[in-house]
DNA sequence: CAGTGGTCTAGACCACAGC
DNA sequence: CTGTGGTCTAGACCACTGC
């Protein structure tokens, strides 16, 4: 039993759909078709079924049968993190500034918070052996138990300042890329004299109902990071 | 039976993780006594257990039984097409240029092909409301069948052009995204008078053995371009 | 109506952890 | 040795589809 007769299924239909036999929207055999083919068991197919459906292969229709999904060819797995991308690892981590303070109208409209909400400032800068390499920005709307230790924040990643008052599970994620160009606070912090980019990540953290929990802005210096992703799953 | 078993089990299972009453690393009851919890037999139980699995929540560890996982914090996923950003959608698209040519040192690298393999290259620039947004360059490496008639190529993407000769399926794809200042030829294609980044993004294709099929890079006017993702599945 | 997928059961044997 | 998860079976009933 070293090889599962599920295994062999899914192997045996990604085949067939791999090399072009079976197009996206094509009807797969039927459970029971398959059940005799295999020799194997309903449960037994239905597993090898759910298989491909998870990975994306197929999807079925009660009453009617399993098809060939056609893939999202759209799709992009990146992992991002603000101290680690494909060229570059932040090696150390320089607090500038921890404050409280009240939300302007961009960060009222962004953190859908009231003017009068206190908001926790911080601001830091990354640097890679010795180099700045990114000004760092975090808005957190106050909650109790949260880090104002500046031992705890120097050198915690966005997820790890919040998870430490929230179950992780419970977070909603949004990130937002683009290119900027630096203004003269920036230029100073990231010690920039000719023209050079930034490049600008957002992250936005929800609660369990959905609603923004904190602001986390990075600008890298465009010659310091290059983000990464593929469409299939990490290990 | 509106609400299947394996539903109320996952449910259960998930509330306690998001509470945090179960915590990563924690072991969850035994299927036996799951069984027994919720009057189900083993199968129904393996089932939701399969779903928490697949979802993130937990895993499991032969003869030993199974654990809250910890989330990935790091991992979003976006969905990214050339003519389609949150902020733009590309509505004409004018061929610049196609040609045969010999790849460059740059290119053998990236491709991994030799100096005499012929590459289709094709130059596009995309406009949104008669404003250019976009200069786009593709490099494929020639197989039978590939498009090669301008109507074709023109409002194509990446995927569209190499899906007409490869099952959709096998494909492997990269991505890269970073910032850059345009030179004189992309000032003059991209109407850029004052100081203004690009965003690039770079696609790279893989075949089923793994390799490289081509490698697209688009150029972006860094006011027409935001990159969106989340940590959650999209539908 | 017959055929399809969706849910569920009550068993079984196996390999592996840990005592 | 007992308890764990991993695989598998041979049934069952249901809701839905299409003729």
Not at 7 to 21: C, D, H, L, Y
Not at 61 to 76: E, M, Q, S
Not at 176 to 192: G, R, S
């Amino acid at each position: 039993m070293a090889i599962p007769v599920y295994t062999r299924i899914v192997e045996s239909i990604k085949e067939k759909i791999n090399s072009g036999v079976l197009k996206p929207g094509d009807a797969i055999d039927s459970e029971n078709t398959l059940c005799k083919e295999f020799g194997a068991s309903r449960m037994t197919v239905r597993k090898g079924l759910a298989i491909l459906a998870r990975d994306g292969y197929i999807y079925s229709i009660p009453g009617k049968g399993n098809f060939v999904k056609a893939p999202d060819l759209t799709k992009y797995i990146i992992y991002y993190d603000e101290m680690r991308n494909s060229i570059n690892i932040v090696d150390k981590s320089q607090l500038l500034e921890v404050n409280i303070i009240m939300p302007d109208d961009k960060l009222v409209d962004k953190l859908q918070v009231t003017k009068r909400k206190n908001l926790i400032l911080i601001k830091r800068l990354f640097f890679t052996e010795g180099n700045p390499v990114a000004y760092d920005i975090k808005y957190l709307i106050y909650q109790r138990g949260m880090p104002i230790l500046e031992e705890e924040l120097q050198d915690a990643t966005f997820s790890e300042m919040l998870s430490k008052t929230t179950p992780v599970f419970a977070l909603k994620k949004e990130i937002t890329i683009y290119a900027q160009m630096p203004d003269e606070e920036m230029k100073y912090y990231l010690n920039i004299y000719d023209e050079l980019p930034l490049l600008v990540v957002e992250q936005k953290l929800f609660d369990r109902e959905n609603k923004p929990m904190g602001l986390g802005i990075t600008y890298y210096r465009g010659d310091s990071i290059k983000l990464q992703g593929t469409n299939q799953e990490r290990e």
